[in-house]
């Protein structure tokens, strides 16, 4: 079979799983978002500290994404909520049949947060919807100011992009402007917000953005 069909055949197959999740999500009025990022951006980082903040009023569970072991579901698990890990065995992105099959481990009753954190890629994890309800793009200061330009497709898909690493600018060339200004030719309803998952700088920033997105789902 020629390769755009077999890849065209195997997206067609995952949005009808990403449907079926969906489905899930929507009857438990869970929110869900999947975080995506170059390797190391701060990903887990932020989770762990997203999860300190929210543990006491929201019931959160994480599930992480990695080629193979087990340290960041260890990491999540530590700050007391459940986590999942799921390795892909080497594929590069996350899929919604695997986050399908991870709910059969996770009870979803109950849970207002749901997140997602996806193998560290700047391609292929845009092309996969898992169903959630957002895309998060975390793009730390020291890969540079010329990543929305290079991988577009991830800034495209995202709701909001996460500038990690601001307490790093001082030591980079990255200019959050030009960063903000090329994500947003991508993508007009793009949000914004600095943060740095070490220091807590612009952490409430994210939070209140956060909530508010979730709220918007137990509207519904
Ligand atoms: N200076 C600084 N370092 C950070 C920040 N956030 C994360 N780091 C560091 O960056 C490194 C990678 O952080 P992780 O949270 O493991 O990154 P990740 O995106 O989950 O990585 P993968 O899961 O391997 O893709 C660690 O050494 C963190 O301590 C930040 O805001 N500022
Ligand atoms: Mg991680």
């Known amino acids: 079979m020629h390769e755009v069909a077999v890849k065209e055949g195997l997206l067609a197959h995952n949005d009808e799983a990403a449907h079926h999740n969906r489905e899930h999500f929507i009857e438990h009025g869970v929110y869900v978002i999947n975080i995506m990022s170059a390797p ?80 560290g890629n700047l391609v292929c994890p845009a092309e996969f919807d898992l169903g959630e309800h957002d895309k998060v793009m975390l793009l730390s200061v020291t890969e540079g100011h010329d990543k929305p330009r290079k991988y577009p497709l991830m800034f495209h898909v995202a709701r909001a992009m996460v ?27 793009l949000d914004v917000i600095q943060v740095s998952a070490r220091t807590g700088a612009g952490l409430e920033n994210w939070l209140t953005w956060l909530k508010a997105r979730m709220a918007r789902v137990k509207a519904r």
């Open 40 to 119: 190391g951006a701060g990903k887990t980082t932020l989770l762990e500290r997203t999860v300190d903040a929210f543990k006491r009023d929201y019931k959160v569970a994480v599930i992480e994404g990695d080629l193979q072991t087990n340290q960041d579901a260890e990491r999540i698990a530590k700050h007391g909520v459940p986590a999942l890990q799921i390795n892909t065995g080497g594929a590069c992105h996350l899929d919604a049949r695997m986050i399908h099959d991870a709910l059969d481990h996770l009870p979803l009753a109950g849970l207002d947060l749901l997140v997602i954190e996806n193998v």
């Open 163 to 189: 500038l990690n690493k601001v307490d790093l600018l001082p030591y980079t060339d990255f200019d959050v402007a030009k960063a903000t200004r090329d994500a947003k030719a991508y993508n007009l309803d």
